[in-house]
């Protein structure tokens, strides 16, 4: 049984000097379209065409990226760098349409690239399934995620533990500034009832260096982290503590590797990653939580 794919279009994008909307350290700007041109022209095509079969796209099944011959992956890198040298570009890998290869770009997007490096497309990949599309970058970025996130240090974190057993843990790259995250936050003394533990991860959405950045850092370098996150989640001001060997950036840039590109961003212990606010209730049946609460009451513990 042969597979299809949903693609939004091969354009030609050429990788110029950031004078365009921001995806993390990546900006894009095209030959005769704006960013919001490209969307909207994305949007059109992915409505008009769904590729049922091409003559060149025949898979009986989707497969993990495979690393291809030193060459052709030495070649594609090499187009790469002559429109943007500034870019961080890691291995290439065969995607699952023929004659179409993936590539890394560090602290940014999967690109698609042609075998030549002319054409490239960013984004989502999806495989068009019985009943439903499967999003292939996803299931990639799943197995990612739990390799990185096997790497951390929870004392890099700030904890919020429950009193009891320890049921389930989320990992949520969290933003002081973001309204979404604040409420999420408010959840937390719920999610403690129910045995979740909460493991924040600094993601200040405006960048480092920026004010949300310094306020984040000094909940970090706090020793009160957990009670200066929740001042300063509360619209509370604190004194600022910029201390050397804060672990913010650092996370930030690991949350653009695991595709963070907006906060409160949940990631599971599998790799899965929930995207914006879910409330405590949600979570538990996500998690397969016992939803009975705990008798005691809401404090919470932090590190």
Not at 7 to 28: C, D, H, Y
Not at 58 to 83: F, R
Not at 201 to 224: D, M, Q
Request: overall charge negative; proline content about 5%.
């Amino acid at each position: 049984m042969s597979s299809s794919y949903l693609w939004a279009g091969v354009i030609k994008i050429l990788l110029t000097e950031p004078n365009m909307e921001q995806r993390g350290s990546f900006t894009l700007q095209t030959d005769n379209f704006r960013e919001k041109d490209i969307k909207m022209f994305s949007k059109f095509i992915a409505v008009v065409v769904v590729l049922a079969s091409l003559s060149t796209i025949v898979h009986g099944k989707s497969e993990p990226a495979q690393n291809v011959d030193a060459k052709t992956g030495a070649a594609i890198v090499a187009k790469l760098k002559t429109a943007r040298p500034d870019l961080d570009y890691g291995g290439v890998t065969q995607s699952p349409i023929d004659g179409i290869y993936q590539v890394q770009v560090i602290g940014g997007p999967v690109l698609y690239v042609t075998g030549n490096g002319e054409y490239f497309f960013d984004g989502d990949l999806y495989q068009v399934k019985p009943s439903r599309f499967v999003n292939l970058r996803e299931q990639a970025m799943v197995g990612q995620r739990r390799e990185l996130l096997a790497g951390l240090d929870v004392e890099d974190m700030i904890v919020f533990s429950p009193d009891g057993p320890t049921k389930s843990v989320i990992n949520v790259f969290t933003d002081v500034d973001c309204g979404y995250c604040r409420k999420l936050h408010r959840e937390v003394p719920d999610l403690n009832k129910r045995g979740i533990e909460v493991r924040y991860l600094a993601f200040p959405r405006a960048g480092i260096g920026s004010p949300s950045y310094e306020k984040i850092v000094s909940a970090w370098c706090s020793e009160t982290p957990g009670a200066t996150l929740t001042e300063l989640k509360n619209g509370g001001t604190v004194e600022s503590n910029q201390c050397a060997d804060n672990p913010v950036a650092a996370q930030y840039r690991l949350g653009q590797q695991m595709g963070v590109n907006g906060t409160p961003a949940i990631v599971l212990a599998d790799g899965t990653m929930l995207p914006g606010y879910r409330p405590a209730a949600e979570l538990a049946r996500v998690l397969g939580v016992d939803q009975a609460a705990n008798a005691q009451g809401a404090s919470v513990e932090s590190n």
